[in-house]
């Protein structure tokens, strides 16, 4: 079991990196290379591959497969909602879900939640394209990560009290920002573009991302995190004692009593 | 063969168990109907034949099951699927795929079954449930009763020896069920199929099955016979049969036929009233007090079509009114106009004299209630009591100005020890009481109810019943909404026939139950000259000749 | 109705173009090719919720990206104003080069977008998850359930808020959205306990897949770090020897699906079949794919920089690319 878990965790750390260095391609190579985006999407396509295989053999249990249905069906719901009624920026209620049931029910189970929920919601809407693996990559990640949450919130004895509620709503703003800055990074590639001259100091790249993401999408990204925060203080408390409650008809396996 | 030896069954944490020492028999091809309120372990016993229990509910289980001579326990589901095709409740929480052929084609994926042979498996399941008009069909646009069917054909799709279904019409219209219930008749008599099945409705199907086994509320043994001798020993049975025990005959009658053998020729002398029944004779109101609710030229349409096409219609305090009418006629509708929900294009709604179009759905809901088909939509709070003090909270009000103490209203609906429990562990008739009580938390001059019974057992229905009387005694306005007829007899004080949008008759019960073939309660059929309609009626009928 | 395969084959021809051309001339026609073909599959009974038109995708996207690129660029020798230096990050010259480069990247963008829009109006959802791998099925599945109960859901939430507002229920406040969410997040968790028996009595069992040795997650591990090779290779201009790493990682993986995949016994109910119109559609997308890569060498790269040009084009690369017209005239022949 604990071979296994280092398996895995050397697994989520070798797709983070890898990830990583898709994110941050047209940074590192400064405009040095055409056809980016073909290789990045070989990149990202194959280390989600073996992401979602490692998430997916470990949730494999069939009461989570019929719940990450039904949950994923009700977020990707959700999100119509925010697409049909037009919200403040970027505000999005789907990382509610992924991060409350990642952090109760498991990063993987996060994990699946928040990857499938963007290709639900992009099957049913007809939104599917070039972003889509990137988007549920990354909003994987926000599921993935957040049982990271719960050594500290032990730590401080805060199980089912406000404490908790604080710091998952933090972890939603932190997010919210996150997910935009990562989603500009691998779309910039395609707006900034190969082939124009890219200045080549770090600095300078540093000031170009800036400005691009200034003025592409620092007021979504505050929006949506701001949105996580609110969802998160105003519903938290009641969905943490719901999935709570549920938790343990769906997690259990028989074991035949050796009599 | 499926055999039961010594099997106890405790769910987690459970302090009882929920079977307990049960041994029985079922032989190959038999039609078995499994009888008992809920909660006393019919479904529990019935996923003992493929293994959910104890694969996905844990807890401890002693004793032996046997299917066809495979232990379900050492199998588990995946493997028995084979030998045992399963059907549940709720025909929405069983779909996979959205489309007829895919879904029935689902299990023969899941076995493997190479795709030559699989096309013969999923064009026989169709057959067999009449399905094959709908083989590309959207699960979505199906009706309930299609759905069901749908359900059992991929329960079917890979031949198992064994179909077991657990309450499959509880869900639906009493037209459905019907169908549903000749269509497993059928699957019995003609492919040998093994049935076990746990029902409430047993009136059609009475006369097919060859064992009951009935589970006892109290710690008395499970009783597993042919349905004459097992029936006399259970309390609450259809109206016929109840009838029949109380009147001594013997032995049970199962169908109205092998009953009216029991009734002399002479005994059922018409009184000729039923002859000129015109179904739409005004009827004396019950009080001259004024109309809490009243309807005029009420038309509602959803996108081109009519749903209501000119609704009159006026409920008074003290009586119990209830409309019947088939799938689909508007009755549905027309509960929603009368609170607000749906807002009329043409004829207005009065409530106690003022026309509710200038109010909002809270103003009037606090002075109608209304409980909807699904009472859980209505519930989230963490106890039974929050969930009234949530409807008190809606219209501004604290459980010291409350028209009524939420305390004393839960005691009224038999919840007083269910306060501080999580509504969602409740029993179905326990949830939809939950729900009555945040409904009623404001003391509505009106109740309007829509398919009360469904899904409920007859204990659960019996209480329904007391308390609406109770309510209506109470001088309340109560508007039913429902199917079951039987109900209907038993509480109704006028009928309303509703179809395509218009009310077609509207009349004292005795009048308007019989004018309609579908709508007739047993006891009227078996007494076709008589004005009786229910056993209350008829025993003093008989009795008192 | 064409294969699902057929169709794949054609987007992925489609995208390949899209993705190594910035000629306007090209990407033009490749757009209109991509038009004439939603226009055609295009069916009167397509759900109104469905996409975007990529006609109005673009009417946003290229002002937008042609700005973006026009503040952030300071290349270029056509200067049409210049923003104060003193403004934080984006002070400069606004050249007309940077302008036209912004909307040729708005451009591509649309193409992406109705390449896709294609894909969405062509295939049915379900057919496009038959194409998940088989070491994905639980996966598959878990898409096909929530495919399945979107329109259970939106039901379910209409029922909600009528059963809320008859108890006296007013959206005023964000927390007023609790009566609302709850019920639903409660039957959700409800229903999936009741789906879950009914998936293991039809035979699914996921844990078939859980079965997993040691030996996938170490091919695993090392497919990845080959693919982190790689990419910092080819980063560092050491093409050659990344894309060598770069292939053998992907392999790995594949491998590794592969052998997940051999342990989940599985078969499928349904075979479209695969006919002549078909192969006419794959091998239109073949031609066009293979012919815009071979003729197009010269005349496929458009740069405006330093200074504007007028883009070359090639009438051979030009007439290759109509091979993706296929569809369209499958689709009129019926």
């Known amino acids: 079991m604990r071979g296994r878990n280092l398996f895995a965790a050397l697994i989520y750390g070798l797709t983070a990196a890898v990830g990583l260095l898709a994110f941050l391609y047209p940074v590192i190579t400064a405009g040095r290379t055409t056809n980016t985006p073909l290789l990045l999407a070989f990149v990202v396509g194959l280390s989600f591959v073996a992401l979602l295989l490692e998430v997916q053999g470990d949730a494999a249990n069939t009461r989570f497969v019929a719940l990450l249905g039904i949950l994923t069906a009700i977020n990707a719901?959700?999100?119509?909602?925010?697409?049909?009624?037009?919200?403040?920026?970027?505000?999005?209620?789907?990382?509610?879900?992924?991060?409350?049931?990642?952090?109760?029910?498991?990063?993987?189970?996060?994990?699946?939640?928040?990857?499938?929920?963007?290709?639900?919601?992009?099957?049913?809407?007809?939104?599917?394209?070039?972003?889509?693996?990137?988007?549920?990559?990354?909003?994987?990640?926000?599921?993935?990560?957040?049982?990271?949450?719960?050594?500290?919130?032990?730590?401080?004895?805060?199980?089912?009290?406000?404490?908790?509620?604080?710091?998952?709503?933090?972890?939603?703003?932190v997010w919210g920002l996150l997910y935009g800055a990562l989603m500009n990074l691998s779309s910039w590639s395609f707006i900034v573009g190969p082939g124009a001259p890219m200045p080549t100091t770090f600095r300078e790249i540093v000031r170009l991302y800036t400005a691009f993401y200034v003025t592409t999408s620092l007021l979504w990204d505050l929006a949506r995190g701001f949105g996580n925060v609110a969802l998160i203080l105003a519903f938290g408390a009641p969905t943490l004692r719901a999935l709570r409650r549920f938790h343990k008809r769906f997690s259990f396996t028989y074991q035949p009593q050796t009599a | 063969m499926i055999h039961f030896e010594h099997v106890t069954y405790t769910y987690p944490d459970a302090a009882r168990p929920a079977l307990r020492d049960v041994s029985l028999p079922i032989p190959a091809g038999a039609f078995a109907l499994v009888m008992g309120a809920s909660g006393v372990g019919k479904s529990t016993l019935l996923r003992c034949l493929n293994g959910l229990v104890p694969h996905f509910s844990g807890g401890t289980l002693t004793g032996r099951v046997t299917v066809e001579g495979h232990d379900p326990v050492t199998r588990g589901p995946q493997e028995m699927s084979r030998l045992v095709g399963f059907v549940f409740q709720d025909p929405e929480a069983q779909f996979v795929m959205d489309r007829v052929e895919d879904e029935i084609a689902f299990a023969l994926e899941n076995a493997a079954i190479p795709t030559g042979e699989m096309s013969a498996c999923v064009e026989g399941a169709l057959e067999q449930l009449h399905l094959i008009p709908l083989r590309r069909r959207k699960l979505e646009t199906l009706s309930g009763g299609e759905k069901?069917?749908?359900?059992?054909?991929?329960?079917?799709?890979?031949?198992?020896?064994?179909?077991?279904?657990?309450?499959?019409?509880?869900?639906?219209?009493?037209?459905s069920a019907a169908e549903l219930l000749d269509a497993l008749v059928r699957l019995n008599k003609t492919l040998g199929l093994t049935v076990v099945l746990a029902e409430h409705r047993l009136e059609r199907i009475l006369p097919f099955v060859d064992q009951v086994i009935y589970l006892p509320d109290d710690d008395a043994p499970v009783l597993s016979g042919p349905p004459r001798r097992v029936l006399p020993h259970v309390p609450l049975l259809p109206p016929l049969q109840t009838l029949a025990q109380a009147l001594g005959w013997s032995p049970l009658p199962l169908t109205l036929e092998e009953a009216r053998h029991f009734v002399s020729t002479d005994s059922t002398d018409s009184t000729d009233e039923t002859d000129s029944f015109n179904p739409l004779k005004s009827v004396q109101s019950v009080d001259r007090t004024p109309a809490v609710v009243r309807a005029r030229g009420l038309e509602v349409a959803y996108g081109p079509t009519l749903a209501l096409r000119g609704v009159d219609m006026a409920l008074y305090r003290g009586e119990i009114v209830a409309l019947l009418g088939r799938n689909g006629a508007g009755k549905t509708t027309l509960l929603k106009s009368l609170v607000g929900l749906l807002r009329p294009q043409r004829g207005e709604v009065q409530l106690e004299g003022h026309p509710i179009a200038t109010m909002d759905v809270a103003e009037v809901c606090r002075r109608v209630g209304y409980l909807p088909q699904d009472p859980n939509a209505l519930l989230f709070a963490d106890t039974v009591l929050d969930e009234l003090h949530i409807t008190l909270h809606n219209h501004g009000l604290t459980p010291s100005t409350a028209p009524i103490a939420p305390e004393t209203l839960l005691a009224h609906l038999g919840l007083a020890d269910k306060a501080q429990q999580y509504p969602r562990d409740l029993s179905v008739g326990e949830?939809?009481?939950?729900?009555?009580?945040?409904?009623?938390?404001?003391?509505?001059?009106?109740?309007?109810?829509?398919?009360?019974?469904?899904?409920?057992?007859?204990?659960?229905?019996?209480?329904?019943?007391?308390?609406?009387?109770?309510?209506?005694?109470?001088?309340?306005?109560?508007?039913?909404?429902?199917h079951d007829v039987e109900l209907i007899a038993e509480t109704a004080d006028r009928v309303m026939v509703m179809d395509q949008g218009v009310i077609v008759a509207h009349g004292r019960p005795a009048e308007v139950l019989r004018a309609w073939p579908t709508f007739t309660p047993q006891i009227a059929q078996m007494f076709p000259k008589q004005s009786w309609l229910t056993v209350k009626e008829a025993l003093a009928g008989i009795v008192g000749i | 109705m064409l294969h699902a395969a057929a169709w794949l084959v054609w987007l992925a021809a489609a995208l390949i173009i899209a993705s190594v051309t910035r000629n306007p001339l090209y990407l033009t026609l490749l757009l209109a090719v991509l038009m004439t073909t939603i226009r055609t599959i295009r069916?009167?009974?397509?759900?109104?919720?469905?996409?975007?038109?990529?006609?109005?995708?673009?009417?946003?996207?290229?002002?937008?990206?042609?700005?973006?690129?026009?503040?952030?660029?300071?290349?270029?020798?056509?200067?049409?104003?210049?923003?104060?230096?003193?403004?934080?990050?984006?002070?400069?010259?606004?050249?007309?080069?940077?302008?036209?480069?912004?909307?040729?990247?708005?451009?591509?963008?649309?193409?992406?977008?109705?390449?896709?829009?294609?894909?969405?109006?062509?295939?049915?959802?379900?057919?496009?998850?038959?194409?998940?791998?088989?070491?994905?099925?639980?996966?598959?599945?878990?898409?096909?359930?929530?495919?399945?109960?979107?329109?259970?859901?939106l039901r379910q939430i209409q029922q909600i808020r009528e059963a809320q507002a008859i108890r006296g229920h007013r959206m005023r406040r964000l927390r007023d959205w609790l009566p609302?969410?709850?019920?639903?997040?409660?039957?959700?968790?409800?229903?999936?306990?009741?789906?879950?028996?009914?998936?293991?009595?039809?035979?699914?069992?996921?844990?078939?897949?859980?079965?997993r040795a040691g030996g996938t997650q170490t091919i695993s591990i090392a497919g990845l770090l080959a693919i982190l090779g790689g990419g910092l290779l080819v980063a560092w201009q050491e093409v050659r020897w990344g894309t060598v790493l770069l292939g053998v990682g992907g392999a790995a993986i594949v491998g590794t699906l592969w052998l997940a995949g051999r342990r989940v016994p599985h078969t499928t109910y349904r075979r479209t079949p695969w006919g002549y119109r078909e192969w006419l559609v794959t091998g239109g997308a073949f031609v066009a794919g293979a012919g815009f890569l071979f003729f197009g060498q010269a005349t496929r790269v458009y740069n405006p920089y330093p200074a504007l040009t007028w883009p070359a084009f090639d009438i051979l690369t030009g007439t290759a690319l109509l091979g993706l017209l296929l569809p369209v005239l499958v689709a009129e022949s019926e």
């Open chain 3, 180 to 211: 609302l969410f709850m019920p639903l997040l409660i039957g959700g968790l409800e229903r999936a306990l009741q789906l879950a028996e009914a998936l293991a009595a039809r035979g699914f069992a996921a844990e078939t897949v859980k079965a």
């Open chain 2, 431 to 482: 949830r939809q009481r939950v729900a009555l009580g945040a409904i009623m938390v404001t003391q509505p001059a009106a109740l309007l109810l829509d398919e009360p019974t469904r899904g409920l057992d007859y204990r659960a229905k019996t209480q329904l019943r007391d308390l609406l009387r109770a309510w209506r005694d109470a001088a309340l306005a109560i508007l039913l909404v429902s």
């Open chain 1, 77 to 173: 719901v959700l999100r119509f909602a925010e697409v049909a009624i037009p919200g403040p920026g970027g505000f999005s209620p789907v990382f509610f879900l992924i991060i409350l049931t990642g952090y109760v029910y498991g990063g993987r189970f996060g994990f699946l939640l928040g990857a499938l929920t963007l290709l639900v919601s992009a099957l049913i809407t007809g939104g599917v394209g070039p972003w889509l693996p990137y988007q549920m990559l990354t909003a994987g990640w926000v599921g993935l990560s957040a049982p990271l949450l719960r050594p500290p919130i032990r730590r401080l004895h805060a199980e089912g009290r406000r404490p908790e509620i604080g710091l998952l709503a933090l972890f939603g703003l």
């Open chain 2, 148 to 175: 069901q069917r749908v359900a059992i054909a991929s329960a079917l799709a890979l031949h198992p020896r064994v179909l077991v279904l657990d309450e499959p019409t509880s869900q639906l219209d009493p037209q």
């Open chain 3, 43 to 153: 069916r009167p009974e397509t759900p109104s919720t469905a996409p975007l038109a990529p006609g109005r995708f673009a009417l946003y996207v290229i002002p937008l990206a042609a700005i973006i690129n026009a503040l952030l660029s300071r290349v270029g020798e056509t200067v049409l104003c210049t923003i104060p230096t003193n403004w934080p990050l984006i002070g400069g010259p606004i050249t007309a080069e940077a302008l036209t480069y912004g909307a040729l990247n708005g451009l591509l963008l649309t193409t992406l977008f109705a390449a896709f829009t294609v894909l969405n109006l062509a295939v049915p959802v379900h057919d496009l998850i038959r194409f998940v791998p088989r070491a994905f099925y639980p996966v598959a599945v878990i898409t096909s359930i929530a495919v399945t109960f979107v329109p259970t859901t």
